[in-house]
């Protein structure tokens, strides 16, 4: 069930905007990055809230949403250590 509320994303006036409910369809892969010490880490971006504007995108009319995440960081220790 959506929650409707204002909220200011930095203009003058506070926003109408609708905090939505999702459930995950698809799980995305981790990004894997090597680092210069021979250990990876991998980061997976995980939403956490959506919210929908009142408004539309100026060029293509879709409405505009917002989506908060949290990054979740392991480390791949390297096979050498």
């Known amino acids: 069930m959506a929650i409707k509320g204002k909220i200011n994303l930095g203009g003058l006036e506070p926003v109408e905007v609708e905090y939505l409910d999702f459930e995950t369809t698809k799980e995305s892969d981790w990004i894997r990055c090597?680092?210069?010490?021979?250990?990876?880490?991998?980061?997976?971006i995980v939403p956490t809230k959506v919210i929908k504007t009142g408004s539309k995108d100026q060029v293509?009319?879709?409405?505009?949403?917002?989506?908060?995440?949290?990054?979740?960081?392991?480390l791949i220790p390297s096979s050498q250590e």
């Open 60 to 74: 293509t009319g879709d409405p505009v949403y917002y989506v908060l995440t949290t990054n979740v960081v392991r």
């Open 34 to 44: 090597k680092l210069e010490d021979g250990n990876e880490i991998a980061i997976k």
